[in-house]
T-cell receptor, first 115, second 114 residues
């Protein structure tokens, strides 16, 4: 158990809908990262927050958005869902910002299925 | 842009065989390099890392050396076990314009048979 929790574990929805994925980082971690893992695109970094502020942006679509709240939990919002958004979405957390000296710990993931 | 290239899987080995999973990268600056492991049904776990050229990361019998001259970070283990069966990801992290970028390879599935 990494100490990072993600809810829900599974989510099934229809095209065009909007969903919210939630992540609680390990106690004491200030950074939260979001990743998308799919069969065709592999593991893609989406976005990183540190202490409530956006710190890095990867291949995140405009239909997707995220935020980190004062209690440090984070939410990833996916809207206008398409079939291709079906994937495993991982959250990770670390104490600081840079990965060179801050290990990131991954949650178990949320499996999103868009029908 | 940055990229990470890993050897295609799956790799199937007998127990106690020698393992090499190749990883090469392209980056504009001086990245940190990582190997992550993903066991079935779980999230990724950091296996080892190296933050500068010629550094060797090691953990649980796995090793990888940061080779700047060949832009490589190959993963090796002298004697694999069935419990090493998993997907292995090579990754790099680099600062660019005040932002940190993280790039992963496509992953290499390892299956170790008794």
């Amino acid at each position: 158990d990494s100490g990072v929790t993600q809810t829900p574990k599974h989510l099934i929805t229809a095209t065009g809908q909007r969903v919210t994925l939630r992540c609680s980082p390990r106690s004491g971690d200030l950074s939260v990262y979001w990743y998308q893992q799919s069969l065709d695109q592999g593991l893609q970094f989406l976005i990183q927050y540190y202490n409530g502020e956006e710190r890095a942006k990867g291949n995140i679509l405009e239909r997707f958005s995220a935020q980190q709240f004062p209690d440090l939990h984070s939410e990833l919002n996916l809207s206008s869902l398409e079939l291709g958004d079906s994937a495993l979405y991982f959250c990770a957390s670390s104490v600081g910002v840079g990965l060179a000296y801050n290990e990131q710990f991954f949650g178990p993931g949320t499996r999103l299925t868009v029908l | 842009g940055d990229s990470v290239t890993q050897m295609e899987g799956p790799v199937t080995l007998s127990e106690e065989a020698f393992l090499t999973i190749n990883c090469t990268y392209t980056a504009t600056g001086y990245p940190s390099l990582f190997w992550y492991v993903q066991y079935p049904g779980e999230g990724l776990q950091l296996l080892l890392k190296a933050t500068k050229a010629d550094d060797k990361g090691s953990n649980k019998g796995f090793e990888a050396t940061y080779r700047k001259e060949t832009t490589s970070f190959h993963l090796e283990k002298g004697s694999v076990q069935v419990s090493d069966s998993a997907v292995y990801f090579c990754a790099l992290s680099e600062r660019s314009g005040g932002y940190q970028k993280v790039t992963f390879g496509t992953g290499t599935k390892l299956q170790v048979i008794p």
